[in-house]
């Protein structure tokens, strides 16, 4: 099997931004979320990504891999863009969605593209709260004050386990690797008319601190930015030709953050740019790709 590029699919958020360049064509309505590995993505070839998934099976995902709850791909990713604040959320833990949503949970990680100054990211609160201490923050309105906002800039990972109290700050472009997960809880919305889902964050909410940024573990390729069961994310730059061969236990996503260069497989060849997402199929076997100042994050579902 050779290569497949996901196309993106473009999510209007209340609080996105029509400013999506250099990674996508600028637009008019608000942009907050593209997405890569959703069912309705198309691919390149031809049809969407869960059609794909059932025609090719375990040629496509890997030997050791399985579709996620419902038939999902396994990991989503997404890009998202912000030009105003996103909700104080949290998302519940496997347990909790599956039985009072009948999904999985959702964990995820951040890998910040671009950052404006002063831009922040909230994970966690700042002190441990008790139950009824973050209630008296929700009916009073001062819930964000609780949180702990960490400076954001361009490089910098957060993981985000299940159950984590969470909001992400204004003038930010973040890849998002997640569990394919959608279940967000609202528990402060800074006065917009959307639902807030209080008791259910009350019931999943973890109210201690976060630990903050990650520090990315060095391997020899590259650097690892996150691990957890859903989804390994590994970062690499690349300047000069590399040759790597796909693993027949399981897919590889290369999500491509930063230039561009030309990706090689079975005697043909692709342009790759900046936000695109190429599926690495399990049975690709060896590809290349010759990059400058190709900045990819490489994603795929841990044994």
């Not at 890569?36 to 869960?50: A, I």
């Not at 959320?89 to 995820?108: I, L, M, N, R």
């Not at 690797?177 to 999943?204: A, C, K």
């Amino acid at each position: 099997m050779k290569p497949i590029r996901l196309e993106p699919r473009f999510v209007e958020r209340v609080w996105g931004t029509t400013e999506l360049a250099p990674w996508f064509p600028n637009a008019e309505k608000k942009t907050g979320e593209v997405w890569f590995t959703s069912d309705d993505n198309q691919t390149s070839e031809g049809v969407p990504l869960r059609a794909l998934m059932e025609r090719d099976g375990a040629r496509l995902l890997g030997s050791a891999v399985r579709p996620a709850y419902g038939g999902r791909f396994p990991i989503l990713v997404k890009f998202l863009l912000t030009q105003e604040k996103l909700s104080v959320q949290v998302h519940p833990d496997d347990a909790y969605g599956e039985e009072h949503e009948g999904s999985p949970g959702k964990t995820e990680m951040w890998y910040v593209l671009r950052a404006d100054e002063g831009a922040t990211i909230a994970a966690g609160f700042r002190r441990t709260l008790r139950p009824e201490q973050l209630r008296q923050a929700v009916f009073e309105g001062t819930v964000e004050k609780e949180l702990e906002w960490w400076p954001a800039t361009a490089g910098d990972t957060y993981f985000v386990p299940a159950r984590t109290v969470h909001a992400v700050g204004a003038g930010l472009v973040i890849c998002e690797i997640q569990q394919n997960s959608d279940i967000t809880y609202r528990l402060w919305d800074y006065g917009r008319p959307r639902e807030l889902h209080v008791e259910s964050s009350m019931e999943v909410a973890d109210l201690g601190p976060h630990p903050g940024p990650v520090t990315p573990v060095p391997f020899g390729g590259g650097e690892l930015l996150a691990s957890c069961p859903y989804f390994t994310t590994e970062r690499m730059e690349l300047n000069e030709p590399v040759e790597w061969s796909s693993d027949a236990e399981r897919f590889h996503l290369l999500v491509a953050t930063r230039g561009s260069g030309e990706l090689t497989a079975g005697g043909e060849s692709w342009r790759m740019r900046q936000g695109e997402c190429w599926l690495i199929p399990a049975q690709c076997g060896r590809y290349g790709i010759d990059g400058a100042d190709l900045e990819i994050l490489r994603v795929y579902v841990p044994a």
